[in-house]
């Protein structure tokens, strides 16, 4: 199976940046896409970026286009997620989550950090 520990969230000024770092171990070969998600209270969860593990491909929610990016180092076994210019409503605990060989969905997660960003 894969796990994932996400770190970096924490309290940062509107208008900072913050990089979330997602580190995976296990059987990371069966993994296909890893996707950052987040959840404000009240809101349901979103997926925001998505990066293809072997490809080059990558995917942005309009809500963060243009000022999160999405990286990865396969060596290494870690997704980044870099946030810059953030908002207020960017607040929220943000999710790593894999998804394998097989599986339609996400379906391995992380246990979440939180992101505050204060106005």
């Known amino acids: 199976q894969v796990q994932l520990i996400e770190s970096g969230g924490g309290l940062v000024q509107a208008g900072g940046s913050l990089r979330l770092s997602c580190a995976a171990s296990?059987?990371?070969?069966?993994?296909?896409?890893v996707g950052w998600f987040r959840q404000a209270p009240g809101n349901e969860r979103e997926l925001i970026a998505a990066?293809?593990?072997?490809?080059?491909?990558?995917y942005y929610a309009d809500s963060v286009k243009g000022r999160f990016t999405i990286s990865k180092d396969t060596q290494q076994k870690l997704v980044y997620l870099q946030m810059n210019s953030l908002k207020a409503e960017d607040t929220a605990v943000y999710s790593c989550?894999?998804?394998?060989?097989?599986?339609?969905?996400?379906?391995?997660w992380g246990q979440g950090t939180q992101v505050t960003v204060s106005s």
């Open positions: 989550a894999a998804k394998l060989l097989g599986m339609a969905q996400y379906e391995i």
């Open positions: 296990g059987r990371t070969f069966s993994m296909v896409d």
């Open positions: 990066i293809n593990w072997v490809g080059p491909r990558t």
